[in-house]
């Protein structure tokens, strides 16, 4: 009959799980990047800030 192995994995690091969702979500956050810059250029974001504020500046 097999036995059982004893195996326990090594706790995974705070800074190696960002590592690995940054690396997974690297295409989404590069479209991401490119939307927000051509917003800000075109005046789009102070646009939609006086747009939550109620127009006030």
Do not use: S
Not at 29 to 51: D, M
């Amino acid at each position: 009959m097999a036995k059982a192995i004893q195996y326990t994995p090594a706790p995974i690091q705070p800074g190696q799980r960002l590592d690995a969702a940054t690396q997974q979500a690297e295409p989404a956050l590069q479209e991401a990047l490119v939307l927000l810059t051509e917003l800000h250029e075109r005046g789009g974001l102070e646009l939609g800030i006086k747009l939550l504020r109620g127009g006030e500046a």
